[in-house]
Structure formats: C-alpha cells, structure tokens
C-alpha cells in the first residue's frame, strides 16, 4: 500500500492535483482511496461530479462516533476512486486540527484505510499539530510539496519542510519528503526556480503541471480532467504523474532553507525587470 | 523546567474558589467534565473542613471532542439556559485550557443571556499564573458586575470592604472575624466581603467603599482596577503580628479621618492581657521554620529563645491575623513546648 500526502499553500491546486491523480490511479486499475483533510470538504468534488459528501466530522457530531458506518462517510466516485471527507468547524471556531486527528482515528478503527494507493489531501499548511498527524502518527509516507513559483507558495512549501524534517528525528516516524509537484502559474523561470527550490531542500522536482485552460473547464463541468478531457495534454501529465509517484522510491528527509536563503533563491531566479 | 509547588494550583482553582463564595451564586465550569470534577472535588474537599461551609451551586457544560473540533460555545449556551433556569443570583463562567486553547468566546455567549448577571472569568491554567492569577482574574470579574449592580443601602457608617479572602483558608472566617473585632475599636463593621459569603446583590455595596482592606499586598493590582470612588483608601494587608495589629488600627483612623489612640491602647492593653495567658512559655527555646519579622517580634515579648537547638514550633503560612490569631498560634506552640 502506497500513502501519498499533497501538502502546499491554500489555494495552489493540491485538490485539483489529488483528484486528477486519484481518478489516473482509478484508471489503472487500481484501488484507491482519496482523503480530503480540510475543513472546507471540497477535496473530492470533481471525483463525485459535484456531489457534496457528508463528511466524517458531520456525522460524528450528528450521531457520536458509534453511529458512524464506513458506508456513511465512503462514497465511490469516478473511476472507483473511494472518497472521504474529513470536514471540519465552520471558520473561526473550534479546532479543525482535532477533527483532523479525530477523523483519522474514526477511519482506522473502521478499517476504511486500505487500498494500493492512498491520496491524503491536506490543508493548505501545517498550521498546527493536528495538521501534521497524518505525518506525524506515519499515515502520510510519501509527502509531495505542491508549489507554485510565488513566494508565498515556496514559503509555504518550505514551511512543510520544516514539519517534516522535525518529525522525521522521532525514531517511529515513517514521513519523508518525496519530491516537489509544480503545479505552474506560468510565471518566467518558474520551473527553474522550483527545480532549484527542491534540489536547495534535499529533494527533486517529480512533475511539472502545466497551466491550461482545461481544468477549469473540467471544474465548470464538476469532473476531473481525466473524465471531462481524457485525450487532452493535460490528462496525460496527470497520468503521466500517477506513473511517477507509484513508481517513486526515492524519498528524504528535507533540509528546509532559512528565510533569507529561500528569498535569495527567488530572487535569484527573478525574471530581469 | 519547573518545579511543581505545593503551595501553588490551577487558575481554575483560584477562580473557583472566589466564585464559588458568592453564596446565590452558580458556577459553570465550561470545559471537560474532569477539569470540572477535579477542582470541585478540591474546593469541596477544603470546605468540608471549614465549620459551617455550605457547598456551592456548581455545572459544567462537559465539553468533549466534538466541543473541541467544532468549538464550544453552543455547549456553553445551552448550559447556561439550565443555570438560568435555577434561578441563581448571578453565575460564574469558569473558562478552562481547552475552551481557550480553541478559542471560545465566553464573553459574546453570555452576553446574549438575560434575567441573570454573569461573570466571565478566563481560567485557562496554561496562560500561566497559578491559583492567584485565577483567583485575581475572578475578583476582577466580580468587581465589573459590581458596578453594575444597584448599591444596596449602606446606611450612614463608613463601608468598609474586605477584598480577596482566602477561600480556601481553614481560619478565613476566624480572620475576617478578627477585623470585625479590631475595627469595632473604630465603632466600625465589615461593609461587604469581597468575595466571602456574600450574596450577589451585597457585592453592589464594593463601589460605596469608604475603605479597602486587603487580604494581601500581592492584590493591589486588582485593587487598582476595581470600581470604586478614586483616591478610596486602602490597607493593603490583613495586619500579622503585634505591632502590625496595632499599626493597623493606626491606618485605618487616618484612612476614615478619626483619632485611633484610644483604639490603639485598647488593643495594646488586650494584647498584654493575651500573652499573660502564656506567661508560663517564658524562657523556652523554639526553633522556628522561618523566622518574620512578626514571629520574632512575638518571641521577644513573650521571652522566647530562637535557637537552632530548640522544640521546633509551627509557623503558618499565610501567617495569623490580628491579635486573635497570634493567640491561636501561641496555643499550638504551647502544646508543644
């Protein structure tokens, strides 16, 4: 069983890459089960055609955990990928982190967290403890930073970094860093900057996805590219990206960068003004 | 690294045992059920061995996991329709780690509740600070709501307001009893006990204060912010020892405007006529844990030696007050010496 983690910036397009990359594992035959870790519950859309999922914490605050069936909180979507939501509190309240932990306890004890490849999409950064249990209690094995070549998006990738190499001191701990996934703004010399990035940070540059019109095409239509567009080029680098992460063994435990050599690494790849 | 001290506790503790003091009063621990048996158990546990205790009106909206995820204000709401609906005087909302860690609104919650004056104090044991910072976050509470009771009729006589008794003191009445006795001398009386066996509608009497008296110096921070008239005086210390005793009288004279000399023999002359009744302890050596100023005050008027070598005699912590506590103090020393 193959348990891979997308971590990076909010809003960079970690869901768009777990789903597209789940339903190219689906494809292939293989059984897969894609965990959405974020309380906005929007990580499987696209797998379940628009289809809201009733998430696990929704459940468990309706019924108590003993109410909650593995067929409540799985549903099937395209391609046989199973889905899960974790869900989570509405913003400004309570602590997502701990339903984070919560949910993850619910679903190992129903025996939900077996397939060939697990797809754990993970908030935005690892804001607090509860954000890093996937990590940290050796769900996520494989963690993929997915950036993009802004700033923020590298901090923020650096920062998950940092998560990692601290827990990868703990003599349980399973986390490494298996490369960095560039999901592209298209931006100038951003694939170098990347490149640069993973290498600086004891790790690789595993794909580039390139920017394309067809995934919020795909998004409008409430599908992954791989079902609304499955002959596009851009279907083909998500496939092309499953084959890699299966076939990826090569795994670290990072050297995050110091804030100043991460932004004289940006600018040192900056486009000439 | 720290030491944990036994003289030391948990803000929820020192918050507890001031609300728990407001005899109409109830209090809502919001948090988990653990937090909340765990310090009732303590306070209950103390109060039994105080003569006369009454045990307090206490809740707890029990929070668990799904509070935590999804926060615990509504726990908090519902819980206080229940308190409301007893009908208490006023309630205390004790907040707790886990509803200030996730980050629990108490104030916006208890605002939305009427019929009944609630207090909210945040008693999260990790911001720091230990039984006192509870204890003084409580009194600070109590005196925003006593601005905001009407004052009940305090009569011509000066109200004179005792601020922060220990609670949890097995000798707290004694003492306070003790203050009534010494400002008698005055021709006055305790106005209000804030906070100690005081319904909430007598609170409403903290901001006509003529005088505070403090339990302790360590209080004049709260005693800075509560609402009563600027430039009230205040003796920041129940009075320990002989002359302490004396000089309160002294103080609290000046603070009221009055003459205190007759006040101040009268209280010299009981105090000679108190350690006649142990004139026969006269010559012993004792040897003390801890040798203040007071203490040693005491063992040269009654002719005590202090010596590494003597019978080794208690010395309380917090020390006796008044000339009735010294009195108490010197019959345990008698019994063994």
Known sequence: MKQIALYGKGGIGKSTTSANLSAALGESGRSVLQVGCDPKHDSTRMLMHGEPLPTVLELVRERGAAGVALEDVVRCGYAGVRCVEAGGPEPGIGCAGRGIIATFQLLEERGALEADVIVYDVLGDVVCGGFAMPMREGYAEEVYLVTSGELMSLYAANNIAKAIARLAERPRCRCRLAGVILNAKGMEREEELVRAFAQAIGSRLVATIPRDRVVQLAELHRRTVIEYAPDSPQAAVYRRLADDLLRNTDLSIPQPLTQDALESLAFAHAPPF | ?337
């Open chain 2, 1 to 337: 690294m720290l030491t944990p001290r036994h003289s030391d506790g948990c803000t929820l503790a020192g918050a507890l045992s001031v609300a728990a003091a407001v005899t109409d009063g109830l209090t809502l621990v919001h948090g988990p059920a653990g937090c909340a048996h765990h310090h009732v158990s303590l306070l209950l546990t103390t109060l039994l061995d105080q003569p006369g205790a009454r045990l307090p009106a206490l809740l707890t909206d029990d929070l668990g996991e799904e509070e935590v995820i999804f926060g615990g204000e509504e726990a908090l709401a519902r819980a206080l329709d229940e308190a409301v609906g007893r009908e208490p005087g006023s309630i205390a909302v004790l907040s707790t780690c886990v509803a200030e860690a996730i980050g629990d609104d108490c104030e916006a919650v208890a605002e939305r509740v009427d019929g009944v004056p609630i207090v909210v104090v945040p008693a999260g044991g990790f911001l720091g600070g230990g039984f006192l910072a509870g204890e003084q976050a409580a009194l600070q509470a109590y005196g925003a709501l006593a601005a905001r009771l009407p004052a009940p009729d305090g009569g011509e006589e000066p109200v004179i307001a005792l601020v922060g008794e220990k609670n949890l003191e097995f000798e707290a009445d004694a003492h306070a009893k003790e203050l009534g006795r010494l400002l008698g001398r005055l021709d006055h009386q305790v106005g209000v006990r804030f906070v100690r066996d005081t319904p909430t509608a007598g609170l409403g009497l903290l901001p006509c204060a003529d005088l505070l008296v403090l339990r302790e110096p360590a209080l004049a921070p709260v005693a800075d912010r509560l609402p009563i008239r600027p430039g009230t005086p205040r003796v920041d210390g129940f009075p320990v020892g002989l002359s302490t005793t004396l000089a309160f009288l002294r103080a609290v004279g000046a603070a009221l405007g009055q003459d205190s000399d007759a006040a101040c023999e009268a209280e010299a002359a009981h105090q000679e006529a108190a350690l006649a009744r142990f004139a026969d302890l006269a010559g012993s050596r004792i040897r003390l844990p801890a040798t203040p100023e007071w203490v040693c005050e005491l063992a040269d008027a009654l002719e005590l030696t202090i010596h590494p070598a003597g019978i080794p005699v208690p010395v309380p912590e917090p020390a006796p007050v008044g000339t009735a506590g010294l009195v108490r103090l010197l019959a345990r020393w008698r019994r063994v010496l």
